[in-house]
Antibody
Framework: QLQLQESGPGLVKPSETLSLTCTVS??????????WGWVRQPPGKGLEWIAT???????YYNPSLKGRVTISADTSKNQFSLELNSVTAADTARYYC???????????????WGQGTLVTVSS | QSVLTQPPSVSAAPGQKVTISCSGR????????VSWYQQVPGTAPQLLIY???NRPSGIPDRFSGSKSGTSATLGISGLQTGDEADYYC???????????FGGGTKLTVL
């Protein structure tokens, strides 16, 4: 059974960089047609896609966050990571990593999710 | 303001059927498949439906999906108290180059 687990600081200061890692177990990052993404959810609000990566290096970003976001993968550790710079209070959210299916097709879905990690931006 | 529009809340009695709507545009639901997620409070979202009407393994057939034009519908039959959750629709938007979601619908099983 595929499992994903987020890790990283729960508190980040304004203007600094938020860094999170997702460890994948029960499956390999290097699997054809598997893409890996990040989705966030501010407290009491809805879902927002952040970014997605394919192990081969293709990356996809939410246009509203592009320029502040970097997604990367370390296939040797079966992990992928997120960096979001110049954070503000508006970036306070629960951050989920997930397997992203259907990229390049006419449908998209996130079928396996981590439990999420709450990141608060505050001084 | 979410790109996909969902009603804030719906309710129904146990055993009944409820539908949740999701309205979009040509650039998203008009040409791309919709996915649906269930989020029980305090937990991660769970995929219920992908590509309009396909259920992942393990999702009971009480959950169904359909799409017509730029609108999609999630149906839940035989309602159980355990179905109380927030439900989200999502799709790719070709104009925005973005995965877009609805604002979520809170289901109450009376």
């Amino acid at each position: 059974q595929l499992q994903l687990q987020e890790s990283g600081p729960g508190l980040v200061k304004p203007s600094e960089t938020l860094s999170l890692t997702c460890t994948v177990s029960g499956g390999s990052l290097i699997t054809r047609s598997n893409y890996w993404g990040w989705v966030r959810q501010p407290p009491g609000k809805g879902l927002e896609w952040i970014a997605t990566i394919y192990y081969g290096g293709n990356t996809y970003y939410n246009p509203s966050l592009k320029g502040r976001v970097t997604i990367s993968a370390d296939t040797s550790k079966n992990q992928f990571s997120l960096e979001l710079n110049s954070v503000t209070a508006a970036d306070t959210a629960r951050y989920y990593c997930a397997r992203h299916r259907g990229v390049g097709a006419t449908w998209h879905a996130f079928d396996y999710w981590g439990q999420g990690t709450l990141v608060t931006v505050s001084s | 303001q979410s790109v996909l529009t969902q009603p804030p809340s719906v309710s129904a009695a146990p055993g009944q059927k409820v539908t949740i709507s999701c309205s979009g545009r040509n650039s998203n639901l008009g040409i791309n498949g919709v996915s649906w997620y269930q989020q029980v409070p305090g937990t991660a979202p769970q995929l219920l439906i992908y590509d309009n009407n396909n259920r992942p393994s393990g999702i009971p057939d009480r959950f169904s999906g359909s799409k017509s034009g730029t609108s999609a519908t999630l149906g839940i039959s035989g309602l159980q108290t355990g179905d109380e959750a927030d439900y989200y629709c999502g799709a790719w938007d070709n104009s925005l180059s973005d995965v877009v979601f609805g604002g979520g619908t809170k289901l109450t099983v009376l």
